[in-house]
């Protein structure tokens, strides 16, 4: 992919089985995945993560 960027987990909300994750890459970022996703890569606060996406997945608001 080359969309990519590293960033710093600030929070994480999870509901309806969705996890949102407020992402630090120098922006914030709201990262959507679902819940058992979440759980099972351990996403939580404080921690560094890579971000990988598709142009054509992204919402500028």
């Known amino acids: 992919l080359r969309n990519q960027v590293e ?3 600030k929070e ?3 509901k ?3 996890a949102f994750c407020v992402v ?6 709201i990262v ?3 819940e058992a996703s979440q759980k ?3 996403l939580e606060k404080g921690q560094r ?8 997945s ?3 608001y």
């Open 16 to 18: 309806d089985g969705l």
């Open 7 to 9: 960033g710093t987990m």
């Open 24 to 29: 630090d890459v120098g922006e914030n970022i």
């Open 49 to 56: 993560v890579y971000c990988l996406f598709k142009s054509a």
């Open 12 to 14: 994480v909300f999870l």
């Open 40 to 42: 099972s890569m351990c």
């Open 32 to 34: 959507e995945v679902t």
């Open 58 to 60: 992204l919402k500028i």
